[in-house]
Nanobody
Framework: QLQASGGGLVQAGGSLRLSCAAS????????MGWFRQTPEKEREFVAS????????YYADSVKGRFTISRDTAKNMHYLQMERVEPADTAVYYC???????????????WGQGTQVTVSS
């Protein structure tokens, strides 16, 4: 089970941190990720991180502005969003997958969404 939190309203250029609490199993060898969706677009990949080594992957649209991290002791992963833009406005979902490829293409688990709204 995944539980996302931390969304809200932020001004363009500001920052926000999303959190995702995982429970119900161990995630050794898994990967965790973040996706986002707007009414106009399909859900899109934002970032992922491998649970064991912390290797990270990013969509080009957020590279250099967003940072994904995880805390294995707390079973949490995070998305630190910096220099946000109105185009970042979306519902953000956390996800988990048995492999880094699966978490990007077809996650095994989803959290509920958290709304992020960036005002210009």
């Amino acid at each position: 089970q995944l539980q996302a939190s931390g969304g809200g309203l932020v001004q363009a250029g500001g920052s926000l941190r999303l959190s995702c609490a995982a429970s119900g199993r161990t995630f050794t060898n898994w990967a965790m990720g973040w996706f986002r969706q707007t009414p106009e677009k399909e859900r899109e990949f934002v970032a992922s991180i491998t649970w064991n080594l912390g290797t990270t992957y990013y969509a080009d649209s957020v590279k250099g502005r967003f940072t994904i991290s995880r805390d294995t002791a707390k079973n949490m992963h995070y998305l630190q969003m910096e220099r946000v833009e109105p185009a970042d406005t979306a519902v953000y979902y956390c996800a988990a997958g048995r492999t880094v490829d699966l978490v990007r293409r077809s996650p095994n688990a989803w959290g509920q969404g958290t709304q992020v709204t960036v005002s210009s």
